[in-house]
């Protein structure tokens, strides 16, 4: 393993530094409340094996995600270095793009460097204040980058107005993985009072290497986006296999509660086109399973689609590349025209829910704009219309809910799934903070299905921390085995998350919490279902 | 009739040379595309959603339903933060303490200005601005006076405390490079000399014309929810923007195409030309 760095980092060491910058150490982090507060108990921070430390660099701080190339040549550093420099000019360029150019503009132009955003980031925070984790680090690389080359002058003035970084390879390398060590929660651009978005310029940087370099995440871009675009689904599951699946799903509540079940397929002209993530189909089936059953039994005309891409959800573009985000956002919506729908509804996926609910309002014309609802203000409209008939003492059990980000802060979705909560579970406690100025999962911006190299562990040690707080400090004075609690996130990326942190630190087995999502919970609640739906052991 | 003075004078050109570099900087902002929607909440603007950050997507078939909107609590919103920087106050006083000072000392000092000038316009119309002159010329005095002097009060405590904490933190001294600290040290001598329209030469060109920029990320960006809807304005500048050509060069991007031929271009990505 390399030297770390002692003296207090600087934004050029992100280029000069010879040693990584920074090393994580369970024992400097924020604790978490007892009895998970002795990091000795959980599993050592997984080294990278000597033939990963040789090919890829991991002079950030330790861990891989990008995995940029270790030695590079002189030739192949300087073609880099030109690339980056007309990726950062076309994200200057109205043309390029006019997708964020605005809010970047502003973002690179006017701050203040007075840290108040610092205060709010989990991540910052949660891993004992390290630098290079502060919302405004990777922000302040790209703004000296710009004024030093791009700017008019700036060698000249250099650094009096801070142009006093150096383009090479280390700080391309950094700077890449820099920009996954963030989960575009944007709760440090809440934070902020002129309105800068540290989190916004966070994704820039990835479109400039994803849009210019190639260089991306394997697990979005590669698995993700293209293989989403390829066989239809982010998960890998081709059309046929998606077909299977619902038949399994149907077979199965059949035999477990004798009732007919039938999940529509294709159906033309129905009212709803209802996407789901397609992780939900593999890791927990129950979810699209109970959608099924509360929209049948509330007699809403729906269908699910078959068609490449229309069954997952999923637009990882929205992580790191506006191009993916929009091939797969008008593939959606060329679906529900294709299938006659009146809208489309986005089952329990956070990042869904804003890629389609609202950033992709802005790619669509007449032709293909279809109206597009969160799951969220549906079943509320279901659970208060008296079309079921509930009996909350079912779900007599300690619940919390999780706000995802994108479906709360940035599109405002706050109280539906609470007034749910409230009536159907009498043990319904809030997290603090919660509603909008929640926190992040720590799986946010795709890192939940990042599962490369040692990436996992920083998602468990540091950006999921304080989620885990938070859950641990809901139920506080109940953390025994003894009775089962609930945790409701109504996102796949959220639940894929708290699932790995829950393994991880061993929270079920030790404090006997559990999650899943808002439907489960519903279909629970529901007299006619005459065995209890959420099945504790399988969860 | 008397000539207006060579302060006077300065004074004006400075005011002239500010507001145009504003300006420019201002038609920059403005002149960039609409972009895709990345809204932020609370918005204010959300009628009796506000008080806890809910919007429109609340609601069953939001796109069917007016637009609940309510100019009240934006507008109370803005004087909030123009008149107290309540977002600075509640996240972070101990900046606060001294960014208050300032930013109140500045508006006293933009009326300064326009008192001394309103008192040029008006003396080289023959009225006179004095303690012991008419109505209208012994309020403009007092005024002028109370506002030079406050806003010169205030915004030196201010702009000491924000260059000490600057100096003295960490995690400001960090990322400041060495003209935000000539901001505060010139703005500083400024005041103590008094050579005030200096500043406005000056000032345009950093970072601390923000409040024009924290009006286009409140209006613009974080509150900009308006949908795109079948024949809007919003409609016109994407099909406009959609017209763009596309020059990044991953290999995932169709070369030579316009963002619209792009984005239908997925047998790329199903053929395997991508990486
Ligand atoms: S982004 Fe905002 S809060 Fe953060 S340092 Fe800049 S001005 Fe301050
Ligand atoms: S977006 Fe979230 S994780 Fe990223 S810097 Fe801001 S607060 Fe931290």
New binding site residues.
Partial sequence: MEKTIKKPIKITDISKSKEQLVKINPQELVPLPPPYDKPDNFPKIKQLTEEQEQQMDSSLDGFVLVGFPKSVSEEQEKKWVEKFLSGVKKLLNKEDNWTFLKPLLISLEYCTKCQT?SK?????QMSGEKEI???TY?AEVLRRIIKKYIKPGGRLFGKFYGADIDLNRNLLARLAELSY?????????Q?CSIGID??LI?REIRKIFSQELDITVPDLHKLGTVQQLETGSSTGMPPLAFKDNIEFLEEDFEEYTKMKFNLPVNVPNADILLIHNAGEYLAWPENPEAFGIILEAAGISYTLSSDLVAYDSVNYGLFYDDIQLAKIALKHAEIAKKLGVKKIVLGECGHAHKALGVVADRIFTSENNIPRESCLTLLKDIVFSGKLALDPSRNDFPVTLHDP?NIVRSMGIVEPQRKILRKICPKFREMTPHGIENY?CGG??GFAICKSLNFPDWRMHI?GRMKLKQILEAFQGDLGPENKKYVCAPCSNCKGQIRDLFKFYKVTEKSSIYYGGLVELIVNAMSDIKKPFIEWEML | MSSLSNLQLFTLVSCVFFIVILAFRTIKIIRTPLHLRWELMPIPHEKGRYYYGGSRYEKIDHWKKPAEKSSLTELTAMLEEIIFIKSLFKRNRQLWWFSYPFHTGLYFLICYLFLLVTGAIAENNGVTIAADSGIFGTIVHYLTVFCGFSGLILSITGAAGLLVKRMTRKELRLYSTPSDYFNLVFFLIVMITGFIATLLIYLPFTHMIHFMAKYFAYHRVRWADEPNTSGSKVEKHVIKQLGYKVSWSASHVKQGGTWADIAKDTERDANGKNN
Avoid: D, Q, V
């Fill in positions: 955003c709010a980031c989990n991540i910052f984790y502060r919302p990777r060590r963030c989960t575009l929660c944007r709760r440090c651009a934070a540290n989190a966070t980000c992040c946010g911006s950006s």
